[in-house]
């Protein structure tokens, strides 16, 4: 096939042509289905053309052009045996100049397949789970063109059609639901605390696509374009709606959301399906179909989640498109409801009626997904990552979310119920008794003041000061705006958020932590075109390592602080810094700008305090070094743990496997406190253990007196530290790191039982 599109376009509606007359003529399926493999290996100058069908859970051969005919419903394979097997399994595409060279090659002596080298093949998909393979060969190596391999997709739509119609394939073979009443427990990723209780109720019904081939491609055209024109206003609409109360970061969500709604780089791929000879649902089917599977080969988890907010706005238009209008947030919620989807866009979810929703189940999602960050500002729990959650749950089922237990019940026993109703009760006394405790200081019994500062990243964050009563903001991170935003943040935008955090925050700091980006947290607009993959991203080019090379970038952010600082304190903290160079590189920048505001003559912060975070365990090696040049230390225990023991904190068997209050993790940091207070540097810390109230006791204990924490944990943390005796916990803490306690963790739980201490 000759690679111009338009080459590609008339040789897809050639295709599409002729099958559409196989299609209507009376033969049965298996004839229908041998002159499938005929025409399309005529149209692709194809040796082999072959069609795999999923019958009773294995791949059967059905109908090949160049195979031997004698391997046609004899040859079978498992999904994930084989070429085959795995785009089956996977539901992707695979183009290979030499078959046997990939490790999933499994070679079939009956099919006489040896001769051909090239091989190419894509999932015949029917609601979104593979129902079987269509696959090209070839005598000579070499790779087919990215326009075969559309040209194959779209056949693969139409076979779709072809093939349910006429009953050959395992009905919804990635469908099969559980019994309606029976007790399921399932988990996922933590994407926003909470509990919740409520009735399933399903994001959207799947919309079928009945007929595949156009009879009048122009009609299907219009009917595209007024989808569009309809879609668009809805964004449009829901973008200057102000009763969503979005703004900031949040807007900036929608914005980028509306940015895809205008893009022309995807209604032209749409107008280019249609123009193979493809219906409007067919056409948006198939672009989504190729955004489903690009999103499986996405490593980037920001790209993934760019891609998502592409698909949400696809299954809005094919929605439009098909007049099947009906979600869960247009129908209305009659009641409590936990919503379920497979992902869902901002745009989605802002639709739904706050009251009735209480919860949200992704079979998919992310921490950095836009999705999860209006969902954290909306404050509604969300559990991401539940495998196959469409085939656990029923509509209707009754649901219990409990995101900090990580803990789903699904048509719970009464026994659950009874234990979740008292979960909740004693969740919410607690939340009460934290909240009379609100005016009091985190002060512990014997008169040693901590100070209690809670994490941000967004603008709405800053609430938390006031409704916590916390000392301050301990770790602002800066690169949440940088990840919500389609482009690199202006640095008057970055001005404006910095100003607004210090003047919502008023008297009580702000501690800025520079962007953390790069690594998982990858930028798309940043990327080098030389860029390497990073095997190991938390170890990669990020953070300080990015922002020295991208000088500019922290030159910008930069002068947003100092002038956004003007009149006040302005606390700025380094992240990932592994030597003292990088922290005098940091340090040079920001007085460069400050200098060159001076001969501006701008009005200036009355004072810069500069910080570093201790992340990586290199740099406890040169405190003595750093420490002079600091005004402030903070241990960053997320990131410190994993290198620490190098395990990656994301992979599900290391997750909990090393516990923050083992030895070697106290003896660190008691290691790095005591350098502290030598030098006379105030050390905090910031990350998750600060949040646990047994681990921010043993901190304590260990000499710490700032943490930074989740706004959620401030009340339980604070009621523990007006329940120490701080000399007796010092003494135990003390001993047991000295003595190598065998289980740290146990003799930490036994210390609070005996001394009264308050844990929640």
Known sequence: MANSPATAVASARRILTRLHEVMASRNGAQAKLNKVVEIIGEELSSEVCSIYLLREGMLELYATRGLKQEAVHVTRMAPGEGLVGTIARNVETLNLDEAAAHPDFAYKPETGEERFHSFAGVPIVRREDAVG?????????????????????????????????????????????????????????????????????FHQPRITIEHTVAEDTEAERQRVYSAFAKMREQIDKLAGASEFGVDGEHQEVIETYKMFAYDEGWSR??????????????AIERVQQRTRMRMRQIDDPLLADRMHDLEDLANRLLRIVSGQLGTAAQLGLRQDAILIARNLGPAELLEYDRRRLKGVILEEGSLTAHVT??????????????????????????????VAKN??????????????????????????????????????????????????????DVAALEATNADGIGLFRTEFQFLVSATLPQREKQQ????DVMEAAGDRPVIF??????????????????EIEEENPAMGWRAMRLALERDGLLKAQARALLEAAAGRTLHVMFPMISEPWE??????????????LVERRKMLPTAIRYGAMLEVPALAEVLDILLPKLDFLSIGTNDLTQ????????????????????????????????????????????????????????????????????????????????????????????????????????????????????LN
């Not at 791929?269 to 067919?282: P, V």
């Not at 690594?519 to 940043?526: E, F, H, I, M």
Request: proline share 4%; net charge negative.
């Open 269 to 282: 791929r749409i107008n280019e399906a249609i123009d193979s000879g493809l219906t409007a649902e067919a």
């Open 133 to 201: 393979v269509l696959s090209v060969q070839h005598l000579e190596p070499h790779r087919y063109e990215e326009v075969e391999i559309e040209a194959l997709q779209t056949v693969a739509m139409v076979l779709s059609e072809l093939i349910t119609n006429a009953g050959l394939v395992d009905e919804h073979p990635g469908d099969v639901r559980v019994a309606g009443t029976q007790t399921q427990i399932v988990s996922g990723l933590q994407l926003v605390m909470g509990m919740a209780r409520g009735q399933a109720v």
């Open 643 to 758: 290198f620490l023991f190098a395990a990656d904190r994301a992979h599900p068997k290391l997750a909990e496997r090393y516990d923050w209050l083992s030895l070697a993790i106290l003896r660190f940091i008691q290691r790095i406190v005591r350098a502290c207070e030598g030098a006379s540097v105030p050390v905090g810390v910031c990350g998750e253990m600060g949040g646990r109230t047994l681990e921010a006791m043993a901190l304590v204990g260990l000499g710490v007196k700032r943490l930074s924490i989740t706004p959620a944990s401030v009340g339980p943390v604070k009621a523990m530290i007006r329940s120490v005796d701080l000399p007796g916990l010092r003494d135990h803490v003390t001993a047991m790191v000295r003595d190598m306690t065998a289980d740290p963790r146990a003799s930490l739980l036994a210390f609070a039982e005996a001394s009264g201490i308050e």
């Open 373 to 402: 960050i209006v969902a954290r500002a909306m404050g509604v729990p969300m559990l991401g990552r539940v495998k196959d959650v469409r085939h656990l749950i029923n509509e209707g089922d009754t649901i219990l979310m409990d």
């Open 513 to 530: 932590r520079t962007v953390d980006i790069g690594g998982d947290k990858a930028l798309p607009y940043l990327r080098n075109d030389d």
């Open 583 to 596: 922290f005098d590189a940091a340090h040079a920048i920001f007085e460069q700008q400050r200098q060159l």
């Open 496 to 499: 404006r958020l910095y100003r």
């Open 407 to 460: 803990r789903l019940f699904v048509r719970p026993s009464p026994d659950m119920e009874e234990a979740f109703d008292s979960r909740l009760a004693l969740t919410q006394k607690r939340r009460a008794a934290f909240v009379a405790m609100r005016d009091l200081p985190p002060v512990t019994k014997d008169g040693t003041r901590i100070e209690l500062m809670v994490n941000a990243g967004l603008r709405d």
